[in-house]
């Protein structure tokens, strides 16, 4: 999968080094699949959860760094590419602001 955008993911481990080891492994998974369901997701990521947001699309959402963070992304099984839309601490996904502006 290609992942749009690595930069992104850079700079939250930076703001959140806690995350930084983690969100390098979920990098290193996706980019060497072939999604083309939410199931084969989960055969990597067993937690991996789809969720509708405001615009009525549905988002995938990573557990990262044992629950301490949530990655949001919007897969495109058909391009075979992964958007980053919000990388959020767990106290910040669970206030679901977030469903709201995407």
């Given at each position: 999968?290609?992942?749009?955008?690595?930069?992104?993911?850079?700079?939250?481990a930076k703001l959140h080094p806690n995350a930084a080891v983690s969100i390098?492994?979920?990098h290193t998974?996706?980019?060497r699949s072939v999604w083309?369901?939410?199931?084969?997701?989960?055969?990597?990521?067993?937690?991996?959860?789809?969720?509708?947001?405001?615009?009525?699309?549905?988002?995938t959402i990573f557990n990262i760094a044992g629950n301490h963070h949530r990655l949001i992304t919007a897969v495109?099984?058909?391009t075979e590419k992964i958007f980053i839309l919000e990388?959020?601490?767990h106290?910040?996904?669970?206030?679901?602001?977030w469903k709201k502006s995407l």
């Open positions: 999968m290609r992942i749009i955008t690595r930069r992104r993911l850079n700079e939250y390098a492994a979920w998974v996706a980019k083309k369901s939410l199931h084969e997701v989960r055969r990597a990521f067993p937690n991996a959860d789809p969720a509708m947001v405001a615009s009525g699309k549905t988002v495109h099984y058909d990388i959020l601490t106290a910040e996904y669970s206030k679901n602001r």
